[in-house]
């Protein structure tokens, strides 16, 4: 099993900036790809951003060009970056861990609520 503990969010300033770390413990197999995902209230789910084992990364459309997303293989920590903060920015932010291998398995973190305002 893998566990995901996420640290960071909180209320923020519009056109702040927050950080978010993922730490993933358990046996994990390689490859995979850790990512973000955002929730707000009454709207679906959408991609943040994610980083494969191999640093290839990803962003949605709505954070790219404000967000970074690193990790830290050695210890399985992953970060997020992101800057000029509005208040669409507003969820849960949950950490996801997918293995990569035959049949994809996908691990969720509790979620950080991150809220964005003036």
């Known amino acids: 099993q893998v566990q995901l503990v996420e640290s960071g969010g909180g209320l923020v300033q519009t056109g702040g900036s927050l950080r978010l770390s993922c730490t993933a413990s358990g046996s994990i197999f390689s490859p995979n790809a850790m990512g973000w995902y955002r929730q707000a209230p009454g709207a679906q789910r959408e991609l943040v951003g994610f980083?494969?084992?191999?640093?290839?990364?990803k962003y949605g459309d709505s954070v790219k060009g404000r967000s970074t997303i690193s990790r830290d293989n050695g210890k399985n920590t992953m970060y997020l970056q992101m800057n000029s903060l509005k208040s669409e920015d507003t969820a849960v932010y949950s950490c996801?861990?997918?293995?990569?291998?035959?049949?994809?398995?996908?691990?969720w973190g509790q979620g950080t609520q991150v809220t964005v305002s003036s």
């Open positions: 996801n861990l997918r293995e990569l291998g035959i049949i994809p398995t996908d691990y």
């Open positions: 980083v494969t084992s191999g640093g290839m990364t």
